[in-house]
């Protein structure tokens, strides 16, 4: 399974998602720096928020396989500019938390992810694990390791070579 390194704003549902992926009952825990889990890497929202502190986040993505930028479903604005696929180095997927609040827009919170580059969109519930399972289905669709004939592969069908 790969590691999916976690990025929005404070709020956005990150330690949410990685209790939720661990099968955990949900307990509020602020980040207060980057945390390496086994299956995340979850980071405080306040890196995201602000530009030098973003320079870390690009730096620790480094560790993780597949990026995630998270946003949640009542979000009034948007952090992530389009194309950020451009700056990073590993798939992009976005994932869209509290679907269930009331004031929720998905439609609108879909098309800022997939301006950014990102390959999937998840829709999630954390508090009731609606859509995780997608997300780990997902991480576990990559190989853990590729030999260089299957990375050959891959490069002939016209696929990612991580894929
Ligand atoms: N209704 C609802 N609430 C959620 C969901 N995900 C997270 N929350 C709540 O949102 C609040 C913030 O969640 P966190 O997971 O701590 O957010 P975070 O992105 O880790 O925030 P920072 O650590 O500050 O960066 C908590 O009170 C969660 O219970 C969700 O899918 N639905
Ligand atoms: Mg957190």
Redesign the pocket.
């Known amino acids: 399974m790969k590691k999916l390194f976690l990025c929005?704003?404070?709020?956005?549902?990150?330690?949410?998602?990685t209790q939720a992926m661990k099968g955990e009952k949900?307990h509020?825990?602020?980040?207060q720096y980057i945390n390496t889990w086994d299956i995340t890497i979850?980071?405080?929202?306040?890196a995201a928020e602000n530009k030098k502190l973003g320079y870390d986040l690009g730096a620790v993505s480094f560790d993780a396989d597949i990026i995630g930028l998270?946003v949640?479903a009542d979000e009034p604005f948007n952090l992530f500019p389009p194309a950020c696929i451009g700056v990073t180095t590993r798939p992009l997927i976005g994932i869209i938390?509290?679907?269930?609040?009331p004031g929720a827009n998905i439609p609108m919170v879909r098309m800022w992810l997939e301006q950014a580059g990102c390959e999937r969109v998840f829709c999630?519930?954390?508090?009731t694990g609606e859509g995780v399972q997608d997300i780990i289905d997902y991480l576990c669709e990559y190989s853990d390791k590729l030999s260089i004939e299957e990375v050959k592969e891959n490069q002939k069908k016209g696929l990612k070579d991580w894929a």
């Open positions: 929005g704003r404070s709020e956005a549902g990150k330690t949410s998602l949900l509020y825990w602020k980040t979850d980071t405080p929202g306040e998270l949640a938390t509290k679907i269930d609040v999630v519930n954390n508090n």
